[in-house]
Structure formats: C-alpha cells, structure tokens
C-alpha cells in the first residue's frame, strides 16, 4: 500500500514542525477550523446527503442512518466542540517532575505530543473533526481512517479542516484522511509503526479485535463496555431501581450503559417485581437466570452466552447470586473493565466492592452512564479507554500527550 | 499451547489476590525472596554452571557466556536488588487525583497493579529475580520466560523465589516461569491477551520486532539504541572529547552508549585528531563519512546502513553535518528515540536540540550513559522505554501500575 506509506511519510514530517508549534499557532487553527466548519455547512450537508442516499440504497439500519446524519445543529455543534477544545489548557510543554542529581545534572520531565496519531472509526461522521481537533491540540499530526458509509461527508469535513489548517499557517499535511475504505488499507495503516506512533481504534468489537490482532503499532483499546450493576443487600431499594433505570435507558446504545444487573438473593423477592414494572414500562427486555425466573416466570431465559454480552439496546440480563463475592467473581468473568456499579448502604460491602472490582470506573450508588471525559470534567474526550496501559478510562487531552526527559548538565560523565 | 494458558489462568487467579495484598505482606515476601536468594547461592551456581557448560558446548560467544554467569557477589547483589525493591515506596494506591463534581459525585483517581505482566528476555538470568521483584511490589502476578542458555539458572531462582512467596502467605502462583524455551511457547505466550495484562521485552532487535508484530498484548518496547551525541560548533572541545569518550567506551554493550558522533563542519578540523587520538587509545574504531575521512584518512569508510546501526561494541560513525538543523534531521531520521546529546556552548543552540529531538532522554553538556533509573533517581528499573504510549525512558515501580477510577456516589443519575 504505497498511498499509506505516502500518508505516513507526510504525516511524520507535518508533525515535526506541529510538535514544536506554539500554543497560541494551535489555538488560531482551531478557531479557523470551527469558523471553516460552521461556512460551510451547507457543503457538508450536502455530502453526508450523498453518503445518506447510498446508506439507504445499501440496506443499513435506521441506527446506523442515524449515526451517520448531519444537520446544522450537529454541524454547530462539531463547531462547539472545536471551539471548546481551543479554550482547553495546551497539554504540551507541562514539567510533570524535576530533579537536581548529586552530581549536578538537572532533570526535568516534560509533557511532549504523542507525534502521529491514527484513529480508525465508523459510520460517525462527527468523530473526523472531533478526533481531528483533539490530536491537533495535543501537538499530533493525525490520520484519519472512517467507515465506508461516511465517506462523502468525511471528505467534505477533513478537506475544509485542512483548508483551514493552511490558512492559518500549519502544515496542511497535520490532518489527513484515508480515503481508501477498503480493508487492505486499514491493514495496512495497522502496519504503519515506522510513520504512526498511536492507534486508536473506534468501534464495536469487531474493529477492536481486528486492530488488536493485526497492529504492529502501539494501541489504545476503547469503548468495549459490558457493564453491571450489583444491588447488594443493604441497598435503598428506590434509589437502586432510579440507577439501574438510568443506567439501562437513558442511553441503551453507549459504552457506558448498565447490560447486567446482579442482585443479591436475600432482596431478590422483594426488588424483583417493582424493577420488572419499571424497566417493562421503559421498554426494557429482560433475560433472567433461572432464579431470576422462578419469581418472573413471565421473562426471558438468558443462556450463558448472555453473561458476555454488550446488548447496546434495551436487553437487560439479570443473575441473582449469593452475595459480594460472587457479584466480584462474576464481574471479573464477564466485565471488559469499563464502568461497574454497587448499590448498597453498608460501608464494608462499598469498600471490597471498590477495591476488589478491576474496572476503569467503580461506582458506588450512581449510574455507570458517568464515565464520560465531559461528566469527569476532562472536557471532550476521544474515547474510553479499556486496556491498563497508557491511560484508564475516559481519554481527555493530557493522554494524548507523551513525555521526554530534558537533562541540562555541564560536563557530567559516568 | 496448553501450557501456557494454564500459567494465564493461575496468573489471573493469584493477581486478584495479589493485588489487594497489603504493603506490608508485599514488602515480607519481599524480603524473604532475597534471604532465599542468600541461602540458596549454592544451589543457583550449581544450576548455572550446568547452563554455562551447556552455553560452552553449543559455541555461546565470551560475551553471551559473560551475561549468563553467576558467582556469589553476582547472587548477592540481586539479593540487595530485591531488598531495594523491598525499601522502596509503594506505586499501589496513591491517590493521583481526585474532583468533586457539580453534582455531587466524588471522584478519585487511584493506582493499581497493572494484573498480570509478563516479561520475555534473553541471557542474562538476574533479570529473573530483578523482574519478578519490581512487578510483585507494583501488585502485579508475572510470567517470566527467560531464554532456553539460562534454563537451568532461571528454573533454580523462580523456584527458590516461589518458595519464599508461599512461606510469606502470598499465592505461589503470583510468580512463574514458563519452562518450555520454544518459539511456539514465546507466541502462545504473546498471544495470551485473555489473561496477561502488559507484556515487556527485555533483549536484542530480533526479539523486540518477534514481540512488536506477534503480540495481541499490550507491549512496552524497551532497550533499543542507537544514540548520538553531537558537537556543535560553539562547544568545549575538552568537555566534548570527555563525553564522547565516555559515551561510547565507559560500558559499549548496553542501549545508552553513543553510536554515532555528529560533528559541526567548522570545527571538524580542530576537533577530529584529539577525539581521533582518545578514541583510538580506548581501543574504538572509527567509521566515518567521505569529509570525516578527508581529514582523518585512514580510518574506516561509513556505509548507509551504519548510521542506524546499533554496534553495541567499541566501533563509532562518524558524520560531519552543516549545523544543528542537519544534525537534528540526521538523529530523526537515524534515532531510535532512546538518548540524544548536544555538546554546545550557546544557548539557542540547546534549546533547539532539547525541543526538536524526540527522543526520550537529550542532553546537554552531558553523556548518554546517564539514561538509567538509578542515574535518574527512580531506583531499579525494568528496562529503558523507547516507545511513547504509557511511559517513556526509564521505567521505574510507577510505571508498573495503572490507574483506576473510584466514583462515590448518593444515587445520582444522568
């Protein structure tokens, strides 16, 4: 794939000379970005019509039509969202510890771009100036590689951004696009460590696992969230069926969203019925456990495949179990270290459950929905991360950032 | 590979246990590893003679059969490694930051053990016990898979150190040793996502590159480099011809010697015969560029390839460059990101090289060979990170853990 190595070769030189650039130079190119995003509207519009008509002619669901549609509000508030990360404190340049040495050398450790930044996404046309301006902020050239079905608009969107980006005087080449959708290219791009420091991939489990499997560059895993909520014996039974309702409904298709509720078995008879009443008026399916239906017998059977299972919809799986322990156990089987809830009034059972539950959110009586850079106060955030390395939880601009060693010495040898 | 799956599986079952461990429990068995260590001296050396003889019988060059010897100061100083480890301040549970939001919820930012780590080196049998130390303080369950020359030595330590942690009261399983030295074992084990969290290299390029593209675990790449140290045209000759010296001769073998010297074309002249003379008295042959050989003809010619090259022996390239841009160009073309050094005596001149050269440590005025955790004041460390995601340079207890997010809550919803 020559046009990738291209993509990178140009991505790597723009990124030299962004990493170096003022954070005022940053700033004024993401105002100009917002500004270009905002004129011309009507040009974006158009092409995600296009995009739209093909998506309709190709047979995709109302879901993923809707993931994909723009309209000026949304445009606005992509615009918003670049304006918002202009105002951001610059996350580069920041001394994160020094130290003068016996023998004189200073050292101080710096916050650095990462260099160039991939990310791989899907039918969200949104992402391409999000992502975009996140990287940019943090000092990194950026390629980005979205779903076939955005194509149009993403073209549209990245070509104003880099129109932009050159007006104000950055390398036009600090934001690319791979206009290649084809899965070639994204293989490719995946084998591009010589040029692309960081890969992140957006998506559901199908693009995660395939980025994990071929990337030979450095990855930061996000958004795979198989979340619980365990209402522990102890719990105020009102304040339990607010959260798992919110958890559940409030928005059934993020990462974040509740997909298994535990419950433990000495409340189950009592908290049973009034959360089925709730969860059924808001549309909710339940599948339950063979206890769960020996008091529903009116619900869903769930097979142990179920357990494992990111629903993204109104499903719920409910286990009841014995107690803390087995909730823990359960969560470490199945959880994907996302958001995890413990509903419960008893401060040992809050404290074992926050220690003991391995996640990158552990709540304690509030909805697992928080884990959000925005809900945080990180402002707007790239993603979510899953995996242990680099940064846990939601990616605000900071973790976009590398660092260096800068040592000032007169002489020293060892 | 069974096996291997098998060691994931305890691995994951004794790193939850482990990673609520107290201070004082890690700290315990600690310290009866490195007694272990000293009772058992005999029985170690008695384990690697046997490698050794095996090592001489299959051709081992002197200095493979130099890294993989054992004597007592040898026993006893990784004894004193582990008692460090033992002294050293706990990464685990440190509050890294904490808000309480508009609404309520409490949010802390804490660091965990990373889980399971796995660590696959070569010759050098102390790493065994240097690397199963720094994981267990930092809460994490290792898997050390050593090279098939140390076998014997490697299954006599990890025995010993795993006899220590069950008499402490720490799950023997939080330390293993994978016994199979095939190249199936290493890629079932780089494989083993499911159950290991981190996996570190720890050897040469061949090994790094294996791990780089077979891994579907996330790697932090350490070791590779080929550093430069270069004398612009404002620096003290004195100083200059010190450092180099230093650089390149006080230990050749290791990532943070200097590789290639860059020299400012005005003061080539002037600079060449000392260095020349110094270098040659310390028994290090010079390659150098078509100007370099013009002043100093009879020395070696430098081909294409040497410049990123790795000699990791008393051999050095030579360049003359035009100025600090060409040098700053030569080094982000050539680096490995590892260690980079400006001798200079201008102020501009070092600011330019500290904010241009992406490289994890760059100096001025003093030697790479300061790249090391202890030079840096972080104690022992695991390797020397080349990569930007997670940590970079020397990698110290810290970055042995993760972080997760507590969210203490009243029943808050979205």
């Known amino acids: 794939m020559k046009t ?30 917002a500004s270009a995003l905002r004129q011309n509207t009507s040009a974006i519009l158009k092409a995600n019509k296009l995009d739209l008509e093909n998506g309709r002619a190709a047979g995709l669901t109302d879901a993923l039509l809707d ?8 445009v606005e508030s ?28 200073k050292i101080q450790k710096v916050s650095v771009p990462l260099g160039v930044v991939a990310v ?43 129109q ?19 899965r070639e290219s994204a293989n490719a791009l995946m084998k591009s460590d010589r040029y692309i420091d960081v890969l992140i991939p957006r998506g559901g489990a199908g693009l995660i696992k395939a980025v994990k499997e071929n990337s030979t560059i450095p990855v930061i895993e996000t958004g795979m969230g198989n979340c619980h909520t365990y209402i522990e014996k102890s719990a105020d039974l009102d304040m339990a069926l607010e959260i798992v309702l919110n958890a559940k409904t409030s928005r059934p298709s993020v990462c974040n969203a509740c997909e298994t509720l535990l419950l433990d078995r000495h409340i189950a008879k009592a908290a049973l019925p009034p959360l089925y009443q709730a969860l059924s008026a808001a549309s909710v399916t339940l599948k339950g456990d063979e206890s769960t239906k020996a008091i529903l017998p009116e619900i869903l059977q769930a097979g142990e495949d179920d357990w494992g299972r990111e629903y993204l919809d109104l499903t719920l799986s409910v286990k009841i179990v014995k107690g803390i322990d087995e909730a823990i156990d359960h969560i470490s089987q199945y959880g994907t270290g996302h958001s995890e809830a413990i509903i419960t009034s008893n401060y040992g059972a809050s404290e074992k459950f926050l220690n003991q539950v ?45 660092q260096k060693y800068l040592i000032y010495g007169q002489g020293q040898i060892r």
Request: contains cysteine.
């Open 358 to 402: 391995d996640a990158a959110a552990v709540y304690v009586n509030a909805s697992t929905r928080f884990t959000d850079g925005g809900e945080f106060g990180f402002g707007a955030e790239i993603g979510i991360s899953t995996q242990k390395l680099h940064a846990r939880g939601p990616l605000g601009l900071a973790d976009l950032t590398s």
């Open 67 to 74: 993931r994909l549609a723009l309209d000026e509000d949304r």
């Open 4 to 33: 990738i190595e291209l993509i990178g070769q140009k991505a790597k030189r723009a990124g030299r000379i962004l990493a170096t650039s003022k954070g005022e130079e940053k700033n004024k190119a993401l105002e100009a970005i």
């Open 120 to 162: 791989i996404y899907e039918a969200r046309p949104n992402v391409s100036s999000d992502a975009a301006a996140l990287c940019l902020k943090a000092g990194n050239a950026v390629v980005l590689r979205g779903g076939k079905e955005a194509i149009n608009s993403n073209k549209a969107i990245v070509d104003i951004l880099r």
């Open 78 to 105: 992509m615009a918003k969202g670049v304006e918002e990360i202009a105002m951001a404190d610059d996350p580069v340049g920041k001394v994160l510890w020094g130290s003068t040495r016996p023998n004189g050398l």
């Open 164 to 182: 932009a980006l050159k007006g104000a005087g950055l390398p036009i080449d600090c934001l690319q696009l791979v206009e290649d959708t084809s």
